[in-house]
């Protein structure tokens, strides 16, 4: 029987192109997001490969039915990717910025981990994958909610992993992946090290098939992790 997947968020950058190595990799992808255009456009390229969802991650009724729906569609879910993500600049702490990353980022990436875990546990396997980022590692001045809510959905996967580990009643893998920057419509400011759209989703691939607990996105940022752990938050301010 062949592989499926799930790409929450694949609309367009990481997730899209997350979606379109594991077809290529021979799975049949259930691709999701707000945009309908995009989801028709990418199944539009593999028809049978690809079946697509509208969904906003911020409807948490509609997860919940995104998951029920799931019997209609596979037999099976051996690969759960949650892509969806949203961060902007708050330089003046509005909170109606605030506000939807912590509805996208907080609310709607626990409730997919929540369903993931729960469905993995029910089918007895799986392999839950979130794309949370470098930023989960530190604040920053500049865009608080969005390092914050990744802090939350970093820690939360680390959870997963303990609570994966320690089960013994279904074979459950979980990984974090923490991309520092990559070439995709989310980044507007000045940045560096950015890599490439596909070097980084390539990576990111090769991670899922290690089933590794946690990767950097390109390699060389987890050099940046191991200065985040080490320099004294007065050293960190000045870059921060
Ligand atoms: N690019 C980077 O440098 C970088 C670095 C670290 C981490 N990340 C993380 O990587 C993930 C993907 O971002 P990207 O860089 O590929 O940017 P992107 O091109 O803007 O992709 C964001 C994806 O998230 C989906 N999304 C956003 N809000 C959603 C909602 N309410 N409901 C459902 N889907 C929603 C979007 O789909 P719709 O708009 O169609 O709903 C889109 O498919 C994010 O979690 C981001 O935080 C990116």
Do not use: C
């Not at 707000?34 to 990418?42: A, H, M, T, Y």
């Not at 029920?68 to 910025?97: A, C, Q, R, Y």
């Amino acid at each position: 029987m062949g592989k499926n997947a799930i790409v929450f968020g694949a609309t367009s950058g990481i997730g899209k192109e997350l979606a379109k190595i594991l077809f290529l990799n021979g799975y049949k992808v259930l691709i999701t997001g707000r945009r309908i255009e995009k989801l028709q456009s990418l199944k539009s390229e593999n028809p049978d490969h690809y079946y697509i969802r509208q969904h906003d991650i911020t409807d948490l009724d509609d997860s919940v039915k995104v998951f029920d729906e799931l019997p209609d569609i596979f037999e099976k879910v051996d690969l759960i990717i949650h892509n969806s993500g949203i961060g902007e600049n708050n330089f003046d702490l509005d909170w109606e910025k605030d506000l939807p990353t912590l509805e996208t980022n907080v609310l709607g990436a626990s409730r997919i981990y929540q369903l993931s875990y729960n469905y993995f546990k029910n089918q007895g396997f799986g392999h839950l994958v979130s794309i949370t980022s470098i930023a989960s590692l530190v604040g920053n001045r500049h865009v608080p909610a969005y390092h914050a809510s990744k802090a939350f959905q970093s820690n939360y996967m680390e959870s997963l992993w303990m609570k994966a580990k320690r089960t013994k009643k279904a074979k459950i893998y979980i990984t974090n992946i923490l991309p520092g920057y990559v070439d995709t419509d989310i980044i507007t400011g000045p940045t560096f090290w950015m890599a490439p759209l596909d070097k980084a989703v390539k990576q990111i691939y090769t991670a899922i098939q290690k089933k590794k607990r946690k990767a950097y996105i390109t390699k060389r940022w987890s050099l940046v992790a191991i200065l985040m752990r080490i320099l004294p938050p007065q050293i960190l301010v000045k870059f921060l």
